[in-house]
């Protein structure tokens, strides 16, 4: 991310102009609506291929005018593998007949615990009681969603959507090691390094070449828009506007964006392919965001509290 000053004072963090904050929104709204492109895309193409797919047009042709960041090989091999195989692969994989879009936009968010997790064990950072709190109250919604499995939501796909949570913290770690950097550069260099395995693995589980170059020729328009969104909108707009506004702001303003993904992918899976929100839904939902914004706000809310009291 560019390591430009943000602006305003450490003391007080005015709210976002009406501009950035429409550019906040339309992020999340893109990053929160994707999983409905994801579940149609997957009609045309088999997961691993359709992540594989991504990466290739994240890579083509931007790596040619953008410089290489300024971290080890290794570093960006570890991050691409993780995001690449582990995070989207696997959760495209679920996604594909074995957890419904809405919940996998709401379980990959516990990638927050994951990365917290690891910077336990790497960075010696102990846990605090409302981090404690925050992920006891988020596991409590994934309970109730793995005691609601059925047939679009399998216990399976539960479980792999988790792993690509802790496949995203793998990933949030390692970018953090990187230290300041440029963002996009970052995410479409790494890129080079999740193509292999993906290409790799769908050759070898989903038809071989011969079919997967039939798929390639079949596959309709809207197909291969659902690949430029996962490439150009996800991936170039998104990582490349985001790392603008945390620039222009502090991480404190910005960072709790992102808490309405879920509420983006869900609401649009419900519009766009009728999924259905019962109640359990709603309450799991809720218990995960919850636990969210506990992790998220309140050490703020306990400070300005010591204000007061």
Request: charged share 5%.
């Amino acid at each position: 991310m560019s390591s430009s000053k943000p602006q305003g004072s450490s003391q007080s963090h005015p709210g976002l102009p009406a501009s950035h904050l429409l550019l906040a929104l339309a992020i999340v709204a893109v990053w929160g609506t994707n999983f409905v492109v994801i579940k149609i895309s997957l009609d045309s193409f088999p997961p691993f291929f359709f992540a594989a797919l991504r990466y290739i047009f994240a890579l083509l042709p931007v790596v040619f005018f953008m410089p290489r960041p300024k971290v080890s090989w290794g570093n960006l091999c570890i991050y691409g593998l993780a995001t690449g195989v582990g995070q989207f692969g696997i959760m495209y994989f679920a996604i594909d007949g074995r957890i419904s879009p809405g919940l996998a936009s709401l379980v990959i968010q516990t990638q927050v615990f994951f990365t917290i997790g690891f910077a336990m064990f790497f960075a010696k950072e102990g846990l605090r009681l409302y981090q404690a709190v925050a992920v006891a109250v988020a596991m409590t919604g994934l309970v109730i969603i793995a005691l609601h499995t059925d047939a679009t939501t399998t216990f399976l796909g539960l479980a792999l959507v988790v792993f690509a949570g802790f496949s995203w913290g793998v990933a949030n770690t390692v970018s953090r090691r990187a230290g300041a950097i440029n963002m996009l550069s970052y995410v479409v260099w790494a890129s080079a390094f999740s193509i292999p395995p993906l290409l790799i693995t769908s050759i070898i589980f989903e038809g071989g070449l011969n079919h997967l170059w039939e798929v390639t020729l079949a596959a309709p328009v809207g197909a291969w828009v659902g690949v430029l969104w996962q490439s150009w909108a996800n991936t170039l707009f998104g990582y490349a506007a985001w790392g603008w506004l945390l620039s222009k702001h502090p991480a404190v303003v910005v960072a709790p964006a992102p808490l309405l993904v879920p509420i983006f992918g869900m609401g649009a899976s419900a519009f766009f392919l009728g999924e259905a929100l019962p109640s359990w839904k709603v309450m799991a939902a809720g218990l995960v965001i919850a636990g969210l914004v506990v992790n998220l706000f309140w050490p703020a809310l306990r400070d300005k509290s010591r204000q007061y009291f």
